[in-house]
C-alpha cells in the first residue's frame, strides 16, 4: 500500500522536476528514509537524451566531476610539457622578430609572450646558435689559414664548449635573476618561465651575427658586436625594468647594467673564443692551435675548466689592453675564468 | 523413424567429417606452410628467419632512396638500419685520437670526433627531434619516427662514401666543391624524404616548426661529412 503510494508520488515527480526540487528542499531529514528521494537520486544518472528539465542537475554533477579533472596535469606527465610547446609557426617568428628590435613604448612580454609562454622558440634558438657558432668558428679559422704552409684541421670540440657556454647562460641567469626578483619581492610577477623564454629569444640575434663573423673584417666582427649587444639587450632591458623598478633606484639600476654587461660578455667572449684568428701573426700560434685543443686523454671535457684553460691557449692573446680591462669587470665568471689564464705568459 | 533418421544422420556425419579430419588430424607438422607461417616461425631454418628481416631492411633503404608516400617504414618500425648506418658512420668519421706518448707536436690528431660523439650526436639527435614532435601534438609513435630519422640519413652516408673516395686523390678546390655539392645534394634528400614520412602527423600551422629541427639534425650530420678531411 505504502508502496503504491510511493511509486505513484514518483511518477508524478518524474513529470514535474520542480516539484521534485521543491521535495528535496523541504525534508532533508526524511532524506534516507524515505524512498521516494532515493528514486529521485537516480534521476541526475540518466544519461543527457533525458528530459531538458533534469539538464541543470545533470550538469551540475558532471561539473562536479570536471572539477577535479581540470587541474594542471601532473609533473610527471608527458602532457605538463606539452604545455609549452603550444605555439604556432607565426607566433614564434614574431616573438623572435621582436626580440631583435627593441622598442620602448610597448613592452616585448607583453605584447608577444603573455600569456603563452613556451620552450620551443629558446631551446631550439640555443640549438641552433651552438651549431652556428661552432661551425662559422671552423669556417672562419680555416679561412684565416688558408695559403699558409701547414693543412687545417677543423675541431670538433668547439661543438661542445658552445654548447655548455650557451645552455649554461641560458638557464643561469633567468635562475639567478628569478631568485633575485623573488628574494626583492618583486611586483611584476615574471615567471621563471617567462624569463627563461626572454633569454632565450634574445640571443636569436646571435645567430645571423655569428654568420656574419665569418667575414674577416676585424671591424665589422666588433661592429656587429656592438649592433647584437645592443639591440638585444636593449629589448632585455626594456623588457625587465618592470620587474625592478619598484625597488630602490640603486638596486634598480645595477640590476639593469649588470644585465645589459652579461649580454654584451656573452657576444664578446663567443667573438675572441670562435673568430679570433685574423692578424696574420696569428699563423704561427695557429699552427699551435689545434695541437692545444686536442685532449689526449678523454673524448669529453672532464671539467669546464680544463676544457677552457687547453683551448683557451689557442685563442688570441694580443688582446687590446682596453678589452682586457673591461673584461676584467665582467661579471660572468666565465670570462674570468678564461682570461685569468691568458695573463700567463704564452 | 528415429533410427532411420539418426542413420541417415551419422551417414551425412561421416561424409562430412571426413575431409575436414583428414586436413587437421593427420598433418600437424607438414608441408601446409602458407596457412601456418605465421605461428610456427620456430620450426623454420635460422636464414630464413634472418632473410626475412634483411629483406624488411632492404624494402626500407629502397623506400627511403625512392619517397614516396608510402606508409611501409611507419607500419613496421625497426631500429636495424639505423644502428647499421649509425656505427658505419662513426667509424668512418671518428679523427684519430692524438698518440699522448709521443712529444711531437706535429702529429696530434685531427680534431675529429670520436666515435662516441658521433654515436651519440645521431642517436640524441633523434631523440630530440622526436621528442620535439610529440611535444607539438604530432601524432606518431615515438620508435616510429626514430626509424624514419634513422632509415633517412642514408642518402648521406651514401655521400659520405662517396666522399672518402674522392679523398683519395689530391686535394684541390675543384675536388671541394664536388664534395660540398655532393654533401648538399644528399642533405636535401634526407630532409625531402623525411619529411615526406614525417609531416603528415603534425598539423598544418605547426609544419614548419616540426621541419626544422629535423633540418637542423640533417644539417649537423652533413657538416660533419664534409668536415673530414682526413685521410689515412
Not at chain 2, 90 to 97: E, N, T, V, Y
Not at chain 2, 157 to 164: E, F, G, K, P, S
Request: hydrophobic fraction near 45%; include cysteine.
Amino acid at each position: 500500500m505504502a508502496d503504491v503510494n510511493i511509486d505513484v508520488e514518483n511518477f508524478e515527480g518524474q513529470r514535474k522536476v520542480a516539484d521534485d526540487l521543491q521535495f528535496q528542499d523541504i525534508p532533508h531529514d526524511a532524506f534516507v528514509n524515505d524512498k521516494g528521494k532515493v528514486q529521485t537520486h537516480t534521476f541526475t544518472d540518466f544519461p543527457p537524451t533525458a528530459e531538458s528539465d533534469e539538464e541543470d542537475v545533470y550538469d551540475k554533477t558532471q561539473l562536479i566531476k570536471d572539477e577535479s579533472k581540470t587541474g594542471s596535469p601532473s609533473f610527471w606527465t608527458f602532457e605538463y610539457y606539452q604545455q609549452f610547446f603550444d605555439v604556432e609557426t607565426k607566433q614564434v617568428l614574431y616573438r623572435i622578430a621582436g626580440s631583435m628590435v627593441p622598442s620602448p613604448r610597448s613592452n616585448y612580454l607583453q605584447t608577444t609572450i603573455r600569456p603563452n609562454p613556451d620552450l620551443y622558440g629558446p631551446f631550439w634558438i640555443c640549438t641552433t646558435l651552438v651549431f652556428t657558432t661552432a661551425i662559422a668558428g671552423n669556417m672562419a679559422s680555416y679561412l684565416s689559414v688558408e695559403g699558409k704552409d701547414f693543412t687545417w684541421k677543423y675541431d670538433f670540440h668547439k661543438v661542445t664548449f658552445a654548447a655548455t657556454a650557451i645552455f649554461s647562460y641560458w638557464w643561469l641567469l633567468p635562475a639567478m635573476l628569478f631568485g633575485f626578483l623573488w628574494w626583492r619581492g618583486s611586483k611584476a610577477n615574471y615567471t621563471f618561465l617567462e624569463i627563461l623564454c626572454i633569454y632565450g629569444y634574445s640571443l636569436s640575434i646571435y645567430i645571423p651575427i655569428s654568420i656574419l663573423w665569418v667575414v674577416q673584417f676585424e671591424w665589422l666582427q666588433w661592429i656587429l658586436v656592438m649592433v647584437g649587444a645592443v639591440m638585444s639587450g636593449g629589448v632585455l632591458v626594456i623588457t625587465l625594468w618592470p620587474a625592478v623598478k619598484d625597488d630602490t633606484k640603486k638596486t634598480a639600476w645595477i640590476v639593469i647594467i649588470l644585465i645589459f654587461l652579461c649580454h654584451t660578455s656573452l657576444a664578446v667572449g663567443f667573438k675572441l673564443y670562435f673568430f679570433n684568428a685574423a692578424a696574420p701573426q696569428i699563423s704561427t700560434q695557429t699552427s699551435s692551435a689545434p695541437v692545444i685543443t686536442k685532449f689526449p686523454t678523454t673524448p669529453h671535457p672532464t671539467s669546464k675548466q680544463q676544457n677552457k684553460k687547453t683551448l683557451v691557449a689557442a685563442t688570441n692573446t694580443n688582446l687590446p689592453k682596453y678589452t682586457r680591462s673591461r673584461l676584467k669587470n665582467s661579471t660572468l665568471k666565465r670570462n674570468r675564468v678564461i682570461y685569468k689564464t691568458t695573463k700567463k705568459p704564452m | 523413424m528415429a533410427d532411420v533418421e539418426s542413420v541417415d544422420f551419422l551417414k551425412n556425419q561421416e561424409g562430412l567429417n571426413d575431409v575436414p579430419l583428414e586436413g587437421e588430424i593427420l598433418s600437424p607438422n607438414a608441408g601446409t606452410e602458407g596457412e601456418e607461417q605465421e605461428f610456427n616461425t620456430l620450426d623454420e631454418p635460422v636464414r630464413e628467419t634472418i632473410m626475412r628481416d634483411l629483406k624488411a631492411i632492404g624494402i626500407k633503404f629502397w623506400h627511403v632512396l625512392y619517397p614516396k608516400q608510402s606508409k611501409a617504414l611507419l607500419k613496421e618500425w625497426d631500429l636495424w638500419g639505423p644502428l647499421i648506418l649509425c656505427v658505419f658512420m662513426a667509424i668512418m668519421l671518428q679523427g684519430s685520437s692524438p698518440d699522448s706518448s709521443s712529444s711531437n707536436t706535429k702529429d696530434k690528431g685531427d680534431g675529429g670526433p670520436q666515435f662516441a660523439e658521433v654515436f651519440v650526436i645521431f642517436w640524441v639527435g633523434a631523440v630530440v627531434v622526436t621528442l620535439n614532435t610529440k611535444l607539438l601534438g604530432g601524432n606518431i609513435s615515438f620508435f616510429q619516427s626514430i626509424c624514419v630519422l634513422g632509415y633517412c640519413v642514408c642518402p648521406l652516408t651514401v655521400a659520405l662514401i662517396v666522399c672518402r673516395i674522392i679523398l683519395i686523390a689530391t686535394q684541390s678546390t675543384l675536388l671541394f666543391i664536388i664534395r660540398f655539392v655532393i654533401v648538399i645534394a644528399a642533405f636535401g634528400w634526407s630532409t625531402f624524404a623525411s619529411t615526406a614520412f614525417l609531416a603528415d602527423s603534425q598539423p598544418s600551422h605547426r609544419k614548419a616548426l616540426a621541419i626544422y629541427p629535423i633540418f637542423l639534425f640533417y644539417f649537423v650530420i652533413s657538416w660533419l661529412i664534409i668536415s673530414h678531411t682526413h685521410t689515412s
